[in-house]
């Protein structure tokens, strides 16, 4: 995929981690400062008004020579040792390998490490995937009842103006349509 490439070519000491959007480079509080799609164009660029001068410094690097940024990603990444992680996506657990485990170290695959999804122990990460399956049933049986309790409401005031309609009708038969005897007031 080339992340790594990008990171180590350019001297980036911000966050480097791929996205749905591409790859990120960022802080800890702004992900994606800077993206760059796979194809290897800059999607995202850093404001050139801005006073970061590393920001400022990758990007100049980038746009001086793209068929280079373009090689880094379509290269593939070395890596060193590999470290066995686990995470979780719903109720899959999933295994995937990194260089050094924790925050704000990423997986090969670019994926950052948070502390409380990513672990050598694969126990401990079954129990955090159901922890949260449970959070979400929690939530989610709040939201339907919820849901329902509108949904009645909603169906008794329908009823109502119904009832409304009805009782009018029935005492007003024969009111001409359009007399608006409110205009008056």
């Known amino acids: 995929m080339g992340w790594k490439n990008i990171k180590e070519h350019y001297r980036i000491g911000h966050q480097v981690q791929v996205t749905k959007q591409g790859i990120c ?5 702004i992900h994606d400062i800077i993206v760059i799609g796979l194809d290897g164009a800059v999607k995202k660029r850093y404001d ?21 940024l373009r090689q880094l990603i379509q290269s593939p990444d070395t890596f060193g ?8 996506a719903d109720a ?27 672990s050598t122990d694969k ?33 008794a005031r329908l009823k109502a103006e119904e009832d409304f309609v009805t009782k009018l009708e029935s005492l007003y038969p024969t009111v001409e349509q359009g007399n608006d005897h409110c205009r008056s007031l």
């Open 123 to 155: 126990n401990q990460v079954v129990e955090w995937a159901k922890n949260s399956a449970k959070i979400g049933v929690k939530t989610w049986t709040r939201q339907v009842q919820e849901a329902n309790e509108r949904l009645l409401f909603c169906q």
């Open 81 to 88: 040792e590999p470290v066995v992680v686990y995470t979780y």
């Open 92 to 118: 899959d657990i999933i295994e995937k390998q990194c260089e050094e485990l924790g925050w704000p170290n990423v997986t090969f695959d670019g994926e950052m490490m948070y502390e409380n999804t990513f």
């Open 25 to 29: 480079i960022g802080s800890p509080y």
């Open 48 to 68: 050139s008004g801005r006073t970061n001068e590393d920001l400022r410094r990758y990007q100049s690097e980038m746009d001086a020579d793209p068929d280079r």
